[in-house]
């Protein structure tokens, strides 16, 4: 089967760091992706990792190590607008473009 | 400049009629893709494009079907709604650039309630 697994809720502090993980079990694997999406709002495009290591913009930097199945989104700074949803998906195909999700991790951050 | 617009954008049906819903882009990407989100489940897709007229099959394409005769237009129809099929709808295009950057893009959605 395949499985994407990342903690269902985290809750900081304004300005603190928060690093979201996620593991996955796939039948292929050519990137992982991050989303977020805000309540009653569509899911936005945050990073690719296709290749092992860090990715960076701005506060928000993605991490990926093909050989642990595993990576991790980490925002810095945070701020009350950063309280969203976060996906982690898999792309399984170098061309279609198929992703297959995780269910999300609830980012509650207080002031 | 909306990139991607879904029509309608909220409906309710009734059980066993057909709903058909509407995906509209102005970038002319070649893939499009339907997905469902449920309360619990993430994101699933149900159906995608790669071209007009060649579609396939996501991991829950039962009970829907999907047709492309533009580039622009990609339509999703539940032949025959149940109340399982309740759910936000997002349609997506795919925004790549060589092996290092893959995006989709996904418009504002759609929420259907089945009664």
């Known amino acids: 089967g395949q499985s994407l697994e990342q903690p269902s809720e985290v809750t900081a502090v304004e300005g603190a760091i928060v690093q979201i993980n996620c593991t996955y079990q796939?039948?292929?694997?050519?990137?992982l992706s991050w989303y977020q999406q805000h309540d009653g709002g569509a899911p936005t495009f945050l990073s690719y990792n296709a290749l092992d290591g860090l990715e960076e913009t701005g506060r928000f930097s993605s991490f990926l190590s093909r050989s642990d199945s595993y990576g991790y989104l980490l925002l810095q700074e945070l701020q009350m607008k950063d309280s969203a949803s976060y996906f982690c998906?898999?792309?399984?195909?170098?061309?279609?473009?198929?992703?297959?999700f995780g269910q999300g991790t609830t980012l509650q951050v207080k002031p | 400049d909306a990139g991607i617009t879904q029509s309608p954008r909220h409906k309710v049906t009734e059980t066993g009629t057909p709903v058909t819903l509407r995906c509209h882009q102005t970038?002319?990407?070649?893939?499009m893709y339907w997905y469902r989100q449920d309360p619990g489940h993430g994101l699933r897709l149900i159906h995608y494009s790669y071209g007009v007229k060649d579609t396939d099959k996501g991991e829950v394409s039962d009970g829907y079907s999907v047709s492309r005769s533009k580039t622009e237009d990609f339509l999703l129809t539940l032949e025959s709604a149940t109340s399982s099929q309740t759910s936000v709808y997002f349609c997506a295009i795919k925004r790549s650039q060589g092996l290092l950057y893959n995006e989709q893009f996904f418009g504002p959605g759609t929420r259907l309630t089945v009664l």
């Open positions: 998906a898999v792309h399984g195909s170098s061309n279609t473009g198929k992703l297959i």
């Open positions: 796939t039948s292929g694997f050519y990137g």
């Open positions: 970038e002319n990407h070649r893939y």
